[in-house]
């Protein structure tokens, strides 16, 4: 009730000078953790409180190590333009009972970079890029930071609508892992994942959010490609991929290139003259070429995955090979316990 009636107090306030706003302004972004909306040239009153437990008690505060005039157990600390700053609370013999980390949030985005997706020339908005190797409901992002800001992760998020069991973890400072213990790869997927991330530096929090589907975001891994014998070689899904390859099957890009024979060729230059799709798991070579196959999920518009390449010896064919499926419902009219990998494929030229 106290509680109450001080957040009215502050908002009857606010409403008569104009230059202090308090009425939806803050927010828990985890346990004794606000954050605090601001805008440039706004201050913000926001209500603290040591603990329940300490009402009557002489209270006394500090904000980072540095002593407060306010005492009590509920006390009012005014957020200047993007200032916040950590409280802390402690009992008359001084020993320390609570904090509250306040921290401004601004609408600018300053902390990370917006790059293109993986494996597209596309922007995403969101700056967060997203991806899977496989449909096991597991994804990794990962984003990059300014040069001239230094941060961390202050807190994840991840959701479906309706309700959803999404577990994240820190990696690095620089990419995060997440599980949907919910998801089943044999269902078609009815709502996307909504991810949002806050990025902290100093007493100052962004946040970024993005959502997908996962079909979206898979990528499939290098696809292995070994030597069968001087004029052929073979291509195997990757390891990582989602079993059975009947009911995950994948589309392989592929182009031969000429460069010198020591080189790393850079299979991603736009220089081939030749670049065919196809299903096949065998390819005729060309001698003094290298071959350069990626993959992609045949029935989703998804990324491709990394480039491999192989010096070859024999010609590959001109003939262009396409497949007309669709993402989401041709994948469920496909038996999921199916294990051949005959496909039916339309060949045009």
Known sequence: MFFLLLSTLLFLQSSADGSIKTEESYWTLKPNVLVVNVNVGEDVNVPLICGEAYEGENITWTRNDENLEAQGNRIVVTVEGWMGGNYSCFNSEGSYLNHTLVLAQWTFRKFIKNTPKKGTTLFYPG????????????????????????????????????????????????????????????AEEVERINLTIYFRSSFVVES????????????????????????????????????????????????????????????????????????????????????????????????WGDWNQYKSHIRLPKTGITVTSQCGAKRLAIPPMSTEFGHQIKRTT
């Not at 997203?130 to 800001?149: E, I, L, P, Q, V």
């Not at 961390?152 to 213990?181: E, Q």
């Not at 009911?247 to 670049?275: A, G, T, W």
Request: hydrophobic share 25%; glycine share 4%.
């Open 127 to 186: 700056y967060i890029d997203c991806s899977t190797n496989n449909y096991g409901g597991s994804f990794k992002c990962d984003w990059t930071w300014d040069a001239n800001r230094n941060g961390h992760v202050a807190h994840i998020k991840a959701t479906r609508p309706g309700g959803s069991n999404i577990s994240c973890s820190l990696d690095s400072s620089r990419n995060i892992t997440c599980l949907d213990h919910d998801y089943c790869p044999y």
């Open 208 to 303: 970024y959010n993005t959502k997908f589907y996962i079909m979206d975001i898979v990528r499939p891994d290098m696809v292995p490609i070994s030597r069968i014998n001087k004029t052929s070689v073979e291509v195997k899904y990757p390891h990582s991929w989602s079993t059975p390859s009947s009911y995950f099957p994948l589309m392989f890009q592929v182009k031969e290139i000429r460069c010198r024979k020591h080189d790393n060729c850079d299979c991603s230059k736009p220089y081939s003259q030749e670049i065919f799709f196809t299903q096949s798991h065998q390819l005729p070579v060309t001698k003094g070429m290298t071959v350069c196959e990626r993959a992609r999920d045949e029935f989703c518009n998804s990324s």
